[in-house]
């Protein structure tokens, strides 16, 4: 949040207090009332802010920074333009402030004195309501947190009875939709999880919340009345959108979360009940895949990680045709299901339509003409609709009977097999197709077709509705057209063929004649007003007329405004079915848009087996990577079960090859895979046949976090300490070069001790990409391991330098990484490439001297043989850990003979490691302790 200077009562006007004029006394006030946020007062056509606030908001908006002098002064003053008032909070709302409204409430034409003022919502990142603030892809939620103290612990609680943390519970609400959200969480660690996957724009905590400093929420923290989370308070403030709150709620700890942010929003849209969250949804966190903000980010699911050429996975399977499809889809990514029987519903549906191909392209045409009925009914219940709202309301619910028609099966569709669909998803989805005839008939008869975006200047109520509006019109036409043939008849009677007869807001209706006829103006005519060269007059009868049509016109345009309001009331009373009509839409969307996809990009429908059998997975391809290359190299992925080519697999395969070649590419791939299948999704595959999963994994990538302390080996060992903490025999793990970042010894250490314990301990389906090609020697050892390599051929034209890679997976160990060649590549000097090339020859050779004839450099090789006793010292350590790991095998680079080594401080060292329980040992604390060893090691060798 900004400086608190520049919220509440400005300074300046303090002092003063009792001197300010009415209008800066009222501005005052609400400031005062409003203190966390900053006061925007409607001065006519215009917000305007004062003091220190206008300061922010003519910096923050880029607008000009005025003056208004009164008695008691001269104020700073900017003003935003109501009519676009959306971008210039959209900038205010990025830089961290809320924002009051406050709106003139009474007509200042009938106002006795100063116009009445009041604020009329509170304007936040996550209460938005306004189109123009808000994305139509996703949802906008505000998130509360609450914590229990042990004792609340719901029988349905996500991860079952709370440790000493305490339960947690996480209520978000969409105030532009109404969707509300609840869930449990047994500790905060979980409950920073769930927020990293719902995504809220704006963040409130309870009392006693606190959540880990390293989380990254992208939420703006807000603070709240502290009292909202108590729970007898929160009780009754969910009471009053559900009969009965312990049948929807699982423990007092989400009746506490879920009260404080329904009031909370209640707060921002003027402290009203929000008619339209009439379902307060519990939700198991433990009932769909878990995937975290690492695997977010990984995966790349909803957004890149700085490839500016990169695209998501949702822009490549989104083919939605509608707003809240678009949503549902993104909410079934975010969410994929565990439920087989949920699941494979969904893929019933989408096989229907991309078999029937007439069927699919007829919904698809219907939904695009679908506005965003989830958001307009939210308009409609908080009365903030206007009538091309309600028209656009009716447009939506004139589609749903051509839905159903569809569906059902009609000329349209008479070229698919079937008349009425088979799918039993598809079938409740029909019956969820409520048509609402009693609400598009009143909306239908009520609303004019092409209404004005205003509802009190009247032309938003059809002609024929009221008999008592149609009377007010009918005078107010016949007196115009009156006065319109009022110019011809006086022309004629008076013989002046220059009068004119017109109207303006001051005079009314008046007849001018010029000076040079004055003196044949009638009698009857009376003086209105005199011009420079001319004489405006009325009649008796004008005035009659126009006191008769201006009366129809007022009295006309106050019924329409009262007429539409109690035809808006009565839409909104039927808020329910109309979102449980949006519901179904956005499901029929987003299936429809699998479908879509599904056709245009050739993905087949996953099969789901048993654990037994493992992931098998046919010529699969990464859904984005192939839409962005010529040519894609598909590859299958066999882990676990039995395979008729190869009999029983590994669920660990160990992945070598070169840079470049594929292998994050091919892990991704086949994450992305069970992904979409568990979505619903048809999947980029010949054939797949999967277990359901209940989480994946990820390790993937450099990062860091400076700010907080951790670099980027310390970021990736916090992260491989979840997965190893986290994972089950359930489980997809991706690792990618565990290790790096360290010493080499000691990388290869974690990353063999790492696979020893997925294999061992966890049983989970684990791809692990690495340049340690010892760890391929883990086959050997271990039945759950196995091997795996991405192809490269070197021409032999070239001496074997030029190589080329092949993208192709094959089974057992690669020879190289290839890292010179891809050095040559990416454009490092040659010189360089040469010299490294010698030495990874020589090296391969088992040469003495690396450094060539014309070379020699005797300061390297004195500081190698320096170095020689520690990493003596390091690989008897290493081979010592190995034995007191029940002889679990650990690759050592070769010891060089006669090299020296401090026999005392060795014995220390190996007495330490041998002490270690590694089957107890978690892997931080196994950084540690090799870290401590290595300390000990190089201070030996320094004398120390």
Request: net charge negative.
């Amino acid at each position: 949040m900004p400086s608190e200077s520049a919220l509440g009562p400005p300074p300046s006007m303090t002092e003063v207090r009792d001197e300010l004029t009415p209008m800066l006394s009222q501005y005052y006030e609400l400031c005062e009332r409003y203190d966390d946020a900053l006061v925007l007062f409607q001065v006519g056509d215009f917000y305007e802010a004062f003091c220190e606030a206008a300061e922010v908001v003519a910096r923050t908006c880029e607008v000009t920074l005025t003056k208004r002098e009164d008695s008691t002064g001269t104020y700073p003053m900017a003003g935003l333009p109501i009519d676009n008032a959306a971008s210039y909070l959209d900038r205010l709302l990025d830089a961290g402030y809320r924002v009051a409204v406050a709106d003139q409430v009474e007509d200042a034409e009938e106002a006795s004195g100063l116009v009445d003022r009041a604020v009329t919502r509170i304007v936040t990142p996550g209460t938005l309501t306004d189109d123009e603030l808000l994305g139509a892809a996703d949802a906008n939620y505000v998130a509360a947190v609450a914590r229990g103290d042990g004792s609340d612990v719901g029988t349905g609680g996500a991860g079952g009875a709370s440790d000493a943390d305490g339960p947690y519970a996480l209520a978000a609400v969409d105030v532009s939709t109404g969707e509300c959200l609840v869930t449990s969480l047994p500790d905060a660690e979980r409950c920073v999880e769930e927020l990293e996957r719902l995504a809220p724009a704006e963040l409130l905590l309870g009392p006693g919340v606190d959540l880990p400093d390293d989380r990254s929420l992208p939420a703006m923290e807000s603070a709240h009345d502290p009292d909202a989370f108590g729970f007898d308070a929160a009780r009754e403030r969910v009471g009053a959108y559900v009969p009965s709150p312990d049948a929807v709620l699982d423990a007092e700890v989400e009746v506490r979360a879920c009260g404080a942010v329904l009031a909370y929003a209640e707060y921002t849209q003027g402290d009203e009940r929000l008619e339209y969250v009439s379902r307060i949804t519990r939700y198991d966190p433990r009932e769909s895949l878990r995937l975290d903000a690492t695997a977010l980010r990984s995966l790349e699911l909803f957004e890149t990680r700085g490839d500016s050429r990169g695209r998501p996975l949702v822009d490549v399977v989104d083919d939605t045709a509608s707003a809240p499809g678009r949503r549902r889809l993104r909410a079934w990514l975010r969410r994929p299901l565990l439920d087989r029987e949920r699941i494979e519903a969904r893929h019933g549906a989408v096989a229907e339509l991309v078999e029937r191909s007439l069927l699919r392209e007829r919904l698809r045409e219907l939904l695009a003409e679908v506005y965003d009925v989830e958001r307009l009914v939210g308009r409609v219940s908080r009365g903030r609709a206007n009538a091309r709202d309600l028209r656009s309301l009716l447009t939506t619910l004139d589609t749903v009977p051509e839905l159903r028609a569809a569906l059902e099966g009609s000329s349209d569709t008479v070229g698919d097999d079937a008349d009425h669909v088979a799918s039993d998803h598809l079938c409740d989805l029909l019956d969820a197709l409520d048509t609402l005839d009693d609400v598009r008939d009143l909306l239908r008869s009520a609303i004019a077709e092409e209404p004005p975006m205003e509802v009190t200047e009247g032309g938003v109520i059809r002609e024929g509705f009221d008999a008592d509006l149609d009377d007010l019109r009918a005078t107010e036409r016949e007196g115009r057209q009156w006065v319109a043939d009022l110019e011809a008849s006086e022309r004629e009677r008076t013989g002046i063929d220059s009068l004119e007869v017109g109207h303006n807001q001051v005079h009314g209706y008046y007849i001018e004649v010029t000076n040079p006829n004055l003196d044949r103006v009638p009698d009857d005519y009376t003086r209105r007003q005199t011009l420079k060269n001319s004489e405006r007059f009325y009649t008796p009868e004008l005035k009659r007329r126009e006191d008769e049509i201006f009366g129809a016109a007022e009295r006309a345009d106050s019924l329409e405004y009262d007429l539409f309001v109690e035809v808006r009331e009565r839409v909104a009373a039927e808020t329910d079915r109309i979102q449980r009509l949006a519901d179904a839409v956005a499901d029929l969307d987003a299936l429809a848009s699998f479908a879509a996809v599904a056709v245009a990009n050739d993905y087949v429908c996953p099969e789901f087996g048993s654990h037994d059998e493992g992931i098998h997975i046919e010529n699969g391809r990464h859904p984005v990577v192939e839409r962005t290359r010529r040519e894609f190299v598909p590859n299958d992925a066999r882990l676990g079960g039995r395979h008729s080519e190869d009999g029983e697999r590994g669920r660990i395969a160990v992945v070598t090859g070169p840079n470049m070649s594929g292998k994050s590419t091919y892990m991704r791939q086949v994450a992305l895979v069970v992904v979409l299948a568990q979505a619903g999704s048809f999947v980029p595959a010949d054939a797949a046949r999967l277990p359901i999963l209940d989480r994946v994994f990820t390790r993937v990538g450099a990062s860091d976090d400076i700010a907080g302390g951790q670099s980027t080996f310390m970021r990736e060992m916090s992260e491989l300490t979840d997965i190893l903490h986290d994972a089950t025999d359930e489980s997809l793990v991706l690792l990618d070069e565990v290790g790096r970042g360290t010493s080499t010894a000691d990388g290869r250490a974690i990353a063999r001790a790492t696979t020893e314990f997925l294999a061992e301990a966890v049983g989970a389906y684990t791809l692990f990409a690495t340049h340690y090609h010892e760890l391929t020697d883990l086959a050997e050892d271990l039945d759950s391991v196995f091997n795996l390599h991405f192809a490269a051929s070197r021409d032999p034209e070239s001496d074997g330098e030029s190589v080329t890679f092949l993208h192709r997976v094959r089974e057992g160990a690669a020879d190289s990484s290839y890292g010179v060649e891809v050095a040559e590549l990416a454009g490092v000097p040659e010189r360089v490439v040469s010299r490294s090339r010698a030495l990874v020859d020589a090296e391969r050779d088992g040469a003495d001297d690396v450094n060539g004839a014309d070379g020699a450099d005797e300061a390297t090789e004195t500081q190698a043989a320096s170095r020689q006793p520690a990493a003596d010292s390091r690989q008897r350590t290493l081979a010592d850990a190995a034995a007191t790991n029940g002889g679990a095998h650990v690759e050592t680079e070769p010891v060089v003979e006669g090299a020296e080594t401090d026999d005392g401080v060795d014995a220390d060292v190996l007495a330490d490691l041998a002490d270690l329980d590694l089957a107890r040992t978690t892997p931080l604390e196994a950084l540690n302790a090799l870290h401590d060893l290595q300390r000990r090691l190089e201070g030996a060798e320094d004398g120390g």
